[in-house]
């Protein structure tokens, strides 16, 4: 933690509100669209819209300079995040905006866990609790045999597992390309991926329903940025828990706008969630580690 990161935790929890609102603001756009337009055509769309962001600065191709491993782990990681922006576009037509909130918490987790299994990162006791709390979270939110588990639960437990390994695989290409260049080669390999899916059951979208997928690319593309301020202003042991709010936002915007019921049990498994996953930051802060996957905390579109 450098001291200008730790001179400037009141910025970092700023940044990552507005992170949240701007995230918010994403959860209500897709949930507004509904499921006219299929779930793969929508996120399709969000991307090859959110290429107007990057393209113009992308250098090209040989002036990149990416040996064939590069290539293939930016391959990869436009594959499940692919899948996982098609998973959450479905779910997040399907069920509530809280529910998709507090379960896209977990994806931190399998971060976590993956760092373990496939980085040899050393996962300590403490971390392992931590590990199993947030998954008791995730049962006291979908709470099985005492509520009906629909395909878009189903589905978000998915995302978020997709979207722990890409943001793994983007831990390993992070050290060998700029982060611009990671996230514009996210975009770029994740709309060629949708494409093919999209056009299988292509629906043409009306004039007000590409506004609305303009706004979703606005509004995610300036929330990765607020992000990354939060990190660089903070440390994750000050922002972590401030991504709470989040939910509480979606909360009470589901029942505001969408009039979706509060349900206290998804507050309550969100909460476990991100305690378990503010613990393991505060422990990494605390432990000073180097060259630990960090948490990833916000909707990841």
């Given at each position: 933690?450098?001291?200008?990161?730790?001179?400037?935790?009141?910025?970092?929890?700023?940044?990552?509100?507005?992170?949240?609102?701007?995230?918010?603001?994403?959860?209500?756009?897709?949930?507004?669209?509904?499921?006219?337009?299929?779930?793969?055509?929508?996120?399709?769309?969000?991307?090859?819209?959110?290429?107007?962001?990057?393209?113009?600065?992308?250098?090209?191709?040989?002036?990149?300079?990416?040996?064939?491993?590069?290539?293939?782990?930016?391959?990869?990681?436009?594959?499940?995040h692919t899948v996982a922006v098609g998973l959450w576009?479905?779910?997040?037509?399907?069920?509530?905006?809280?529910?998709?909130?507090?379960?896209?918490?977990?994806?931190?987790?399998?971060?976590?866990?993956?760092?373990?299994?496939?980085?040899?990162?050393?996962?300590?006791?403490?971390?392992?609790?931590?590990?199993?709390?947030?998954?008791?979270?995730?049962?006291?939110?979908?709470?099985?045999?005492?509520?009906?588990?629909?395909?878009?639960?189903?589905?978000?437990?998915?995302?978020?597992?997709?979207?722990?390994?890409?943001?793994?695989?983007?831990?390993?290409?992070?050290?060998?390309?700029?982060?611009?260049?990671?996230?514009?080669?996210?975009?770029?390999?994740?709309?060629?991926?949708?494409?093919?899916?999209?056009?299988?059951?292509?629906?043409?979208?009306?004039?007000?329903?590409?506004?609305?997928?303009?706004?979703?690319?606005?509004?995610?593309?300036?929330?990765?940025?607020t992000m990354t301020l939060a990190f660089r202003a903070?440390?994750?042991?000050?922002?972590?828990?401030?991504?709470?709010?989040?939910?509480?936002?979606?909360?009470?915007?589901?029942?505001?706008?969408?009039?979706?019921?509060?349900?206290?049990?998804?507050?309550?498994?969100?909460?476990?969630?991100?305690?378990?996953?503010?613990?393991?930051?505060?422990?990494?802060?605390?432990?000073?580690?180097?060259?630990?996957?960090?948490?990833?905390?916000?909707?990841?579109?």
């Amino acid at each position: 933690m450098s001291i200008a990161q730790a001179a400037r935790p009141g910025w970092g929890i700023f940044w990552m509100i507005v992170t949240g609102v701007l995230f918010i603001g994403v959860t209500a756009l897709v949930k507004h669209l509904g499921t006219r337009i299929p779930a793969p055509e929508a996120a399709f769309l969000r991307y090859a819209l959110g290429l107007v962001f990057f393209l113009p600065m992308l250098k090209a191709p040989r002036q990149l300079h990416m040996d064939r491993m590069t290539v293939k782990m930016f391959a990869w990681r436009g594959v499940v995040h692919t899948v996982a922006v098609g998973l959450w576009f479905y779910a997040m037509a399907r069920i509530p905006i809280a529910d998709v909130t507090a379960m896209n918490y977990l994806s931190p987790v399998y971060v976590t866990l993956g760092a373990a299994l496939f980085l040899g990162e050393r996962l300590a006791l403490r971390r392992v609790l931590a590990v199993a709390a947030a998954l008791v979270g995730a049962l006291i939110i979908l709470r099985p045999g005492f509520r009906e588990i629909g395909p878009g639960h189903l589905a978000m437990l998915l995302t978020a597992i997709c979207f722990g390994a890409s943001y793994l695989l983007a831990k390993q290409v992070s050290g060998r390309c700029s982060p611009l260049v990671v996230v514009a080669m996210l975009s770029v390999t994740v709309t060629l991926g949708l494409a093919p899916l999209a056009a299988w059951n292509w629906i043409e979208p009306t004039w007000a329903e590409l506004a609305i997928l303009f706004g979703v690319a606005c509004l995610a593309t300036a929330g990765h940025y607020t992000m990354t301020l939060a990190f660089r202003a903070a440390p994750l042991a000050v922002s972590q828990p401030v991504t709470f709010l989040q939910l509480i936002w979606a909360v009470t915007l589901g029942a505001l706008v969408f009039d979706e019921p509060v349900d206290f049990y998804v507050v309550l498994g969100g909460m476990v969630i991100v305690g378990a996953i503010s613990f393991i930051s505060w422990r990494e802060t605390v432990l000073k580690r180097r060259g630990v996957t960090p948490s990833v905390t916000a909707t990841k579109v």
